[in-house]
């Protein structure tokens, strides 16, 4: 079974903070993706990578950056964290094949202060 | 842009009732997902379509794909409390996925 975790459950941070959210998979998945989730908005991409030192940006990414240095690891940097980025962020990867299907990490609630 | 627009956002229903969450996209798309999400969790995987006509089931839900009518729908029959929680559908386009907005279903006793 495919195992993506992801660093903390629940996070709380300061305005101004810089903050990063670590998402690991324990496969040899090429392409991981960053979501955050808010009532009313469903899912919205912020980036996402296919492959090592590759990423692209999604639909909202501003206020955000990405590292991904080793294919298990994509990390999510918020270089200044502001109370609007207050939200649930998920991490996925792809599988291949013909479904090509997303599966998720367990989320991280992060609150800013 | 992709949209996908799901209804009702939101739905109360009695056990034993028979319901349908529909689910609109706005451009031709090969793949369809369903994945389900209980309160304080992550997604959770239900079903991939993959072809116009596809029909899929597991126990009392169904999803079906009309990708003519660039429509799915997930059907509920005789519901049960365990199946309160929202549910997204999601459409594969470009290799990133264009998630609706959700329904959120709860199933009264």
């Known amino acids: 079974d495919v195992k993506v975790t992801q660093s903390s459950r629940y996070l709380v941070k300061r305005t101004g903070e810089k903050v990063f959210l670590e998402c690991v998979q324990d496969?040899?998945?090429?392409?991981m993706f960053w979501y955050r989730q808010d009532p009313g908005l469903g899912l919205r991409l912020i980036y996402f990578s296919y492959d090592v030192k590759m990423k692209e940006k999604g639909d909202i990414p501003e206020g955000y950056s990405v590292s991904r240095e080793k294919k298990e690891r994509f990390s999510l940097i918020l270089e200044s964290a502001s109370t609007n980025q207050t939200s649930m962020y998920l991490c996925a990867i792809r599988y291949g094949g013909a479904d090509n299907e997303q599966f998720f990490g367990p989320g991280t609630r992060l609150t800013v202060l | 842009e992709l949209k996908v627009e799901q209804n009702p956002l939101f739905l109360s229903m009695q056990e034993g009732k028979n319901y349908t969450i529909y689910c609109n996209y706005s451009t031709t798309s090969d793949r369809l997902y369903w994945y389900r999400q209980d309160p304080g969790k992550s997604l959770e995987s239900l079903f991939v379509?993959?072809?116009?006509?596809a029909v899929k089931q597991e126990g009392r839900l169904m999803a079906s794909l009309d990708t003519k009518a660039r429509l799915s729908t997930l059907h509920i029959t005789a519901a049960v409390h365990d199946l309160s929680a929202t549910y997204f559908c999601?459409?594969?386009?470009?290799?990133?996925?264009?998630f609706g907005t959700g329904t959120s279903l709860t199933v009264i006793p």
């Open positions: 496969m040899d998945h090429e392409n």
């Open positions: 999601a459409v594969d386009k470009g290799n990133q996925f264009y």
């Open positions: 379509l993959l072809s116009n006509g």
